[in-house]
């Protein structure tokens, strides 16, 4: 009940906001414009050096573009698609809970402190148009093949194709294939070899099948550089530790049950496994979090395993309160460290409610707002804008002119000159340029300085609105 009030008040705005003319971060137009490009049978992977790239795997953007076919906007399709992928996630957390041995209770702890922990750890993700979700949701669903399965040859094989379909998805997503490649090498040398095998042969099929469709810039692409900073990935950690402290206490419960009980579990080991992916999606966690542009999702994977083990954490530290000659006691031993597991979340959760409400009351406002500038996009830009706030040009029906993002990653790695911001914005197609704020300035934080001059000097605003600034091309 507790977290039931944790997770309502954490995703009934960006619920009820889902099918809003309102753009909700940098990632939603960008996804919405690849996924209108892989319909269209474009160039879903350009030339390293463009004004636009693509670092994605593609498989969301035809999952994205199909369903924005039917529901008329890839945006709207791509939030639903990530809520029902975050219903999903739950979902498998809880199957693979109960098929390895625990109880209904436990099961549903251990898929609600997940759900309860993401809605304070990113609720930017929640019902928006990125892939994260739909790869975590695929990927965990590999899993419970595997362990369904038994580690049998066919489900092995099965988890690989999934798990490998996860990455198309979504290629950050390495902790749980990483975890179980190693759990097979502790467990099953003949599991292993099956497992290698599968995925080394689906790998390469994928890849080969998508160098073919999809062009040569399509590895170049994938692995295009960004700036790296220490300092945001130790920020990020201790964050992520912080939120997950509980857990790992947990954790050690269940250390100390393994070392009192001295015998092999009967669901397989699965405490083990939980523990590896702890440490391996804490690792990886930490090291792609100094990554620009990467943020809470880099330890989403963290937070699954965390999940994973707090509810066998529960359940052992169930098993090692002695009974006495009460039998309730030990469930009100587990239950009770769920409630303080809980309490920190839903008062994170109640704090934020007056926030949401706010929120919800200027919804209409504020899509009236965005549909405003959507009208100037549309009238001025002409189909040839360049918006930071990819949505407004995307919903303008504006084409993909500039990807600040990954150009502004470009220019600041040195790849190309600064001086080539000249070539891009002042392109003769381009009409109108809109730019986000950055600490009440309109300058975009995303391009290097002097991209933002040379932007200043050749276009005069014309109109500012909370999700940006407006400027329209100077004559001459």
Not at 135 to 151: E, S
């Amino acid at each position: 009940m507790v977290m039931a009030i944790a997770v309502a008040a954490g995703v009934m705005e960006p619920a009820l906001a889902m099918f809003h003319t309102i753009p909700y971060g940098y990632n939603e137009g960008w996804n919405a414009y690849w996924a209108d490009v892989a319909l269209r049978g474009g160039s879903l992977y350009p030339a390293p050096d463009s004004s636009i790239a693509n670092n994605y795997p593609p498989l969301s953007f035809f999952v994205v573009g199909a369903a924005g076919r039917l529901l008329g906007d890839n945006i709207f399709a791509g939030r639903l698609i990530a809520l029902l992928s975050l219903l999903v996630v739950a979902a498998d957390i809880y199957l693979w809970l109960r098929i390895t041995g625990s109880t209904r209770g436990i099961a549903l702890a251990g898929a609600a402190l997940f759900t309860a922990a993401f809605v304070a750890w990113a609720p930017d993700y929640i019902a928006a148009d990125d892939p994260q979700l739909l790869a975590h949701a695929i990927m965990l669903t590999g899993l419970l093949v595997l362990w369904r399965g038994q580690f049998s040859h066919a489900a092995i094989i099965g988890a690989s194709v999934l798990m490998l379909l996860a990455g198309f998805t979504k290629h950050l997503l390495i902790p749980l294939p990483l975890a179980t490649t190693l759990w097979l090498a502790l467990r099953s040398r003949r599991g292993l070899w099956t497992w290698i095998m599968a995925s080394s042969v689906t790998a390469l099929l994928f890849c080969a099948a998508a160098s073919v469709a999809f062009g040569p810039f399509f590895s170049a692409d994938l692995l295009f550089g960004r700036e790296y900073s220490v300092r945001h990935a130790i920020r990020m950690t201790r964050e992520a530790i912080t939120l997950c402290l509980p857990a790992l206490i947990l954790t050690a419960v269940i250390v100390a049950h393994a070392w009192r009980s001295r015998k092999t579990e009967q669901s397989g080991g699965r405490a083990g496994f939980a523990m590896l992916y702890l440490a391996v999606a804490g690792m990886i966690g930490a090291l792609a979090s100094g990554g620009a542009g990467v943020g809470a999702n880099a330890f989403f994977d963290f937070l699954l395993a965390s999940s994973i083990c707090s509810a066998l954490g529960l359940e052992a530290l169930q098993s090692m309160v002695p009974r006495w000659r009460l039998a309730w006691q030990p469930r009100v031993a587990a239950f009770g460290a769920l409630g303080l597991l809980a309490l920190p979340l839903t008062i994170h959760a109640l704090e934020q409610i007056p926030t949401e409400i706010e929120d919800l009351r200027r919804l209409d406002a504020r899509e009236a707002e965005a549909l405003q500038d959507i009208h100037f996009i549309r009238e001025i830009g002409q189909d040839h804008a360049a918006c930071e706030t990819l949505s407004l040009c995307y919903w303008a029906q504006s084409s993909f002119e500039v990807d600040f993002f990954n150009y502004g990653e470009i220019l600041k790695r040195k790849v190309l000159p600064e001086s080539s911001c000249e070539a891009v914005f002042l392109a003769p197609r381009i009409r109108l340029v809109q730019i986000e704020k950055f600490k009440g300035q309109p300058v975009s934080f995303r391009l290097p300085m002097a991209c933002n001059d040379l932007i200043h000097r050749h276009y005069k605003p014309i109109r500012d609105s909370e999700f940006g600034v407006l400027l329209v091309r100077e004559r001459g």
